[in-house]
């Protein structure tokens, strides 16, 4: 099982100006997004035990073991940031 994750990230941005008589517009926008996929196990894809303390251990009581496994193989993520202005001088 592969472990660790891949990062992809893109932009954009622009600013926008025009001077008309005595007044100067100006707009500006930008955008990114971040794709994230995590190869790392899920939430719940680990294994657990049930009644293995050790008091039993010693007693010779055995527990329950129960096993999982990821839903999916990976885990993508993605992150978004969003800006933008209008000024009039």
């Known amino acids: 099982m592969p472990l660790g994750r891949n990062v992809t990230q893109y932009q954009f941005v622009d600013d926008f100006s025009i001077a008309k008589g005595y007044h100067s517009l100006k707009f ?3 955008f990114r997004r971040n794709d994230i996929t995590d190869f790392d196990p899920g939430i719940g894809s680990i294994g657990a035990s049930q009644g293995t303390t050790l008091q039993n251990f010693f007693n010779g009581i055995g527990g329950t073991y129960f096993q999982s496994f990821p839903s ?5 993520i993605a992150l978004y940031a969003l800006g933008f202005y209008a000024q009039d001088e």
Request: proline share 25%; charged share 0%.
């Open 28 to 30: 500006g926008l930008s």
């Open 72 to 76: 999916q193989p990976s885990q993508p």
